[in-house]
Nanobody, 121 residues
Framework: QVQLVESGGGLVQAGGSLRLSCAAS????????MAWYRQTPGKQRDLVAI???????NYALPAKGRFTISRDYAKNTVYLQMNSLKPEDTAVYYC???????????????WGQGTQVTVSS
């Protein structure tokens, strides 16, 4: 059973920093992309940052210059360093991975349960 478990969320004042972590566990044969998405109530889930299997990265415009995505390939873990946080960054942040399990024939999408990030003004 594959699990993506996020950690590192919390309450922070505007201008502060947080680092989110997401560890993928289970019978994993390989991971392609890993990413962070965020969602507020009643809104769609939007991409924040993504890191590909070879390490290439892309960021949503609101995250550029403030957030950094990275991964530890050996530990199947992705990180999101968030600096200069703004109130509009408040959301539930979800970890995503496109991965293949040992018993699967193809790569499929997996999601974490989400971690709350609240930025006060």
């Amino acid at each position: 059973q594959v699990q993506l478990v996020e950690s590192g969320g919390g309450l922070v004042q505007a201008g502060g920093s947080l680092r989110l972590s997401c560890a993928a566990s289970g019978s994993i044969a390989g991971i392609n992309a890993m990413a962070w998405y965020r969602q507020t109530p009643g809104k769609q889930r939007d991409l924040v940052a993504i890191i590909g299997g070879t390490g290439s990265t892309n960021y949503a415009l609101p995250a550029k210059g403030r957030f950094t995505i990275s991964r530890d390939y050996a530990k199947n873990t992705v990180y999101l360093q968030m600096n200069s946080l703004k109130p509009e960054d408040t959301a539930v942040y979800y970890c995503y991975a496109n991965l293949k399990t040992d018993c699967a024939s193809s790569y499929i999408d997996y999601w974490g349960q989400g971690t709350q990030v609240t930025v006060s003004s």
